[in-house]
């Protein structure tokens, strides 16, 4: 069963804006905090890089050092969706975004990870 369903991906060109969209339908979302991470191409087998994590409410976030200033993580409890605004795109921001739910905003950051999405891919060209 998916319990999280992420979209919005596509192509793209350097210094364009993207949002992401994670529904989590089936989930008690409000209680959970969440993240993204992405694994670029190439890069199957190893880990996922860290780019933002929120906690259930929040009011606590944070990010991935390649994306400060530039990527905003959101997240509507009403709705149980998760978003991830890209802005000024950069091709190495190219790579499959997974969201991620967990326990606390820091253990997310940390990769402490109960539950993952299937990705949506990003492709961002010069």
């Known amino acids: 069963q998916v319990h999280l369903v992420e979209s919005g991906g596509g192509l793209v060109y350097t210094g364009d804006s993207l949002r992401l969209s994670c529904a989590a339908p089936?989930?008690?979302?409000?209680?959970?905090?969440m993240g993204w991470f992405r694994r670029a191409p190439g890069q199957e087998g190893q880990e996922r890089e860290f780019?933002?994590?929120?906690?259930?409410?929040?009011?606590?976030?944070y990010y991935g050092d390649s994306v400060k200033g530039r990527f905003t993580v959101s997240r509507d409890n009403a709705n149980k969706t998760l978003y991830l605004q890209m802005n000024s795109l950069k091709p190495e921001d190219s790579a499959v975004y997974y969201c991620?739910?967990?326990?606390?905003?820091?253990?997310?950051?940390?990769?402490?990870?109960?539950?993952w999405g299937q990705g949506t891919q990003v492709t961002v060209s010069s």
């Open positions: 991620a739910e967990g326990n606390t905003a820091w253990g997310v950051r940390d990769g402490y990870v109960d539950q």
């Open positions: 089936g989930r008690t979302f409000s209680i959970y905090a």
């Open positions: 780019v933002a994590a929120i906690s259930w409410n929040g009011d606590h976030t």
